[in-house]
């Protein structure tokens, strides 16, 4: 988690130890584990959150996230997180029509080498 309240911290750390900042673990029932995230998703503002528990499935385990910009995507029943473009590789993909001023530079050279071997006779 980041920018947890202190009244979380200290609710959390009733039930999970807290291995550093904002990183907490534990072995807990899924109803402890539910009414945990519930109040982690009331309590936190503006800061994120991602609980990843065991569970039974082909991955033996699954995740919730809160205020992220990465989102859970199921790929043939395989859970998988999709993180999204970064804003400058977004506006990268638009091309401008043309060649880059390289590859302008390069065809003019290829060309005047062949101007100056001239045509087989």
Known sequence: MTDCPPKLRGDLSKWLFEL???????????????????????????????MVFSTNNEQKMDFRVHNTNWTPVDFDGICLMKRPLPKNSEAGLTLKPGFSKAAQYQMSRQGNRKKATGPLS
């Open 20 to 50: 550093d900042t904002g990183v907490y673990v534990g072995h807990v029932s899924g109803r402890v584990r539910d009414a945990l995230w519930e109040r982690i998703c009331q309590n936190i503002k503006t800061g994120r959150a991602t």
